[in-house]
Nanobody
Framework: QVQLVESGGGLVQPGGSLRLSCAAS????????MNWYRQAPGQQRELVAS???????????DYADSVKGRFTISKDNAKNTVFLQMNSLKPEDTAVYLC?????????WGQGTKVTVSS
């Protein structure tokens, strides 16, 4: 089993920044993909950013068009932690942000952390 715990959410003004963390524990393999999703009230869950841990794609990242240039995903392998640095936040970024880890044994989800962008 894998456990994921997100942190770092909160209330921020438009134009501000937040850094989310997702700490993975348990049976984490060396080969995985970690993703950040978000879900706003009444909206479908949206994939925000991904980072790979293996092979020729090691460390490669991908972003939703809506966050390119503003969000950065990174990881600390030693701590099995993934970060999402969010800059130039907009009210439309308001959502619950969830991380997921996909590896050979399945896909695992955290409980989410709420981000509210409002003046």
């Amino acid at each position: 089993q894998v456990q994921l715990v997100e942190s770092g959410g909160g209330l921020v003004q438009p134009g501000g920044s937040l850094r989310l963390s997702c700490a993975a524990s348990g049976s984490v393999f060396s080969i995985y993909v970690m993703n950040w999703y978000r879900q706003a009230p009444g909206q479908q869950r949206e994939l925000v950013a991904s980072i790979n841990s293996y092979g020729s794609s090691y460390g490669s990242t991908d972003y939703a068009d809506s966050v390119k240039g503003r969000f950065t995903i990174s990881k600390d392998n030693a701590k099995n932690t993934v970060f999402l640095q969010m800059n130039s936040l907009k009210p439309e970024d308001t959502a619950v942000y969830l991380c997921s880890l996909r590896q050979r044994t399945g896909t695992y989800w955290g409980q989410g952390t709420k981000v509210t962008v409002s003046s």
